[in-house]
């Protein structure tokens, strides 16, 4: 295999070995603690522009699913249509693999989506030094690929104009409709919106959506700085004025809560991984999340008529907030999880009743 090297924008270098697409990048190098769903991160549109160090160490011994749809556009086994890394890092990259829905290995598939992959590093070094550091930008660059690496500006870009859809979707035919605002929507989010009363019209990050009827809406995940989101914040902040029922995940948290008037910042090296503990404020209800994200809200800026609904147990930040009076609440986590824990999915249950409801 080829000999790959990590340059961190400290100057920092780490050597390994390339067993996936075999070219030279740069992205927002980041750590995920999580011990399996590496398909499930590679294939999901919040990771776009970053390069995912896995701190569990064999990766690829369970191969990869295959990427097919459904009829209705949603894929089997992914958690979008393609994968979205600059590239995965990983200690011990796993050459064989043995899996029930394995159609091949990871560095085939890599390389088929033009991802790189790095094994032989250090992991836990690594990761000690994004933690101390913070999250920062490197390149990897491969032996023998002469082309220079083009910075492509990620930070600069609104990643979630590029990672949502272009046009209107529907899924479902039910009497009750939900707009499902796409900012780079994972597909377990679109699985578990999916109800018999239920028709889920699924809108780009900046479709004027206030102008059609409907009975609720969901914010989805999506990639990059939701302060680049000004047409998605001014149209959620019209519908508080309907007091329809509206839930955010993820990238759908921060927008719901610059709609709402507070502020957010940026984590030192954020939260990516599938054991994240939360707490229900004002209750000692605990769960263990599904997180992928860089920003945050800063609580002390939530106005009158909102209040913290969960904080993370590690750093204490916000992890969701919810209206006094009004059915609007959001959460920083993946109730949705794939890969990851399933003890929040009862935040669908709760969206899906209130606009039964209505």
Not at 36 to 50: A, F, I, R, V
Not at 105 to 131: F, M, N, P, Y
Request: net charge negative.
């Amino acid at each position: 295999m080829k000999k790959a090297i990590l340059k961190l924008e400290d100057g920092t270098l780490y050597e390994g070995y390339s067993f996936g697409a075999e070219k030279n990048i740069i992205g927002e190098v980041v750590f995920n603690t999580a011990m399996n769903g590496y398909p499930e991160s590679l294939t999901d549109p919040s990771y776009k522009g970053q390069i995912m160090v896995a701190t569990y160490p064999m990766i690829g011994n369970y191969g990869i699913p295959s990427s097919d749809l459904n009829p209705e556009g949603i894929s089997l086994h992914w958690e979008s249509e393609k994968m979205h890394m600059q590239g995965i890092i990983v200690a011990d990259y796993a050459r064989e693999y043995n899996h029930w829905n394995a159609v091949e290995s990871l560095a085939s598939a890599l390389r088929r989506e033009g991802v790189i992959g790095v094994g032989g590093i250090d992991t836990r070094a690594l990761t000690k030094h994004i933690r101390e550091k913070g999250a920062m930008k490197g390149t990897i660059t491969i032996e023998g690929i002469l082309e220079e690496a083009v910075d492509e500006r990620f930070e600069e870009r609104n990643l979630v104009a590029e990672a949502s859809c272009k046009e209107i979707v529907h899924y479902g035919s039910g009497p009750k409709k939900v707009v499902l605002l796409d900012c780079g929507v994972k597909h377990n989010i679109i699985r578990r919106l999916l109800h018999p009363e239920l028709t889920i019209i699924r809108v780009p990050w900046n479709y004027d959506f206030t102008t059609i009827d409907f009975d609720g809406l969901f914010i989805s995940n999506g990639p990059g700085d939701p302060k680049m989101c000004g047409e998605a914040v001014e149209n959620i902040r019209k519908v508080f004025a309907k007091g329809k029922p509206i839930y955010g995940i993820c990238m759908g948290h921060q927008l719901l809560s610059l709609a709402a008037g507070a502020e957010i910042f940026k984590l030192k090296y954020g939260h990516r991984s599938y054991n994240q503990p939360v707490r229900m404020a004002g209750t000692n209800r605990c769960f263990v999340t599904s997180q992928n994200h860089s920003f945050t809200v800063d609580t002390s800026s939530l106005s009158n008529g909102w209040k913290e609904w969960f904080f993370n147990l590690n750093d204490g930040t916000n992890e969701g907030i919810r209206h006094e009076s009004s059915p609007f609440c959001s959460v920083q986590f993946h109730p949705e999880a794939c890969g990851g824990p399933h003890d929040t999915l009862f935040i669908f249950d709760d969206f899906i009743q209130s606009v039964l409801n209505q």
